[in-house]
């Protein structure tokens, strides 16, 4: 049982890249999958939850309008997209996988994947 998450990299401000959280060993349509970050020196905080079957998405603030986060269920995996990226932005990225996006924020999921670094140089 297994979450995956990957494709960070180094961008430049207000570039784009778009982050993938692959399951393996379970079925990921049963569960809402968040996206967590943490900056060097500051505590994880929850970005952005997508429901199970896709059709409600939470966002932080500090991310409306410039994430979308989506789902393939056939491929078991979610995306989150990110654009007009800023220097704050930068942090390592976790995605993570419970029954329901109804405290989404906690760290009380039943998943985590191991991290995917993301660096906005501006």
């Known amino acids: 049982v297994q979450l995956q998450a990957s494709g960070g990299g180094l961008v430049q401000a207000g570039g784009s890249l778009r982050l993938s959280c692959a399951a393996s060993?379970?079925?990921?349509?049963?569960?809402?999958v968040g996206w967590f970050r943490q900056a060097p020196g500051k505590e994880r905080e929850g970005v952005l939850c997508?429901?199970?079957?896709?059709?409600?998405?939470y966002y932080a603030d500090s991310v409306r309008g410039r994430f979308t986060i989506s789902r393939d269920n056939a491929k078991n995996t979610v995306y989150l997209q990110m654009n007009s990226l800023k220097s704050e932005d930068t942090a390592v990225y976790y995605c993570a996988a419970e029954p329901q996006c109804d405290e989404w924020r906690s760290y009380d999921y039943d998943y985590w994947g191991q991290g995917t670094q993301v660096t906005v140089s501006s």
């Open positions: 060993g379970f079925t990921l349509a049963y569960y809402a």
């Open positions: 997508i429901s199970s079957s896709g059709v409600h998405s």
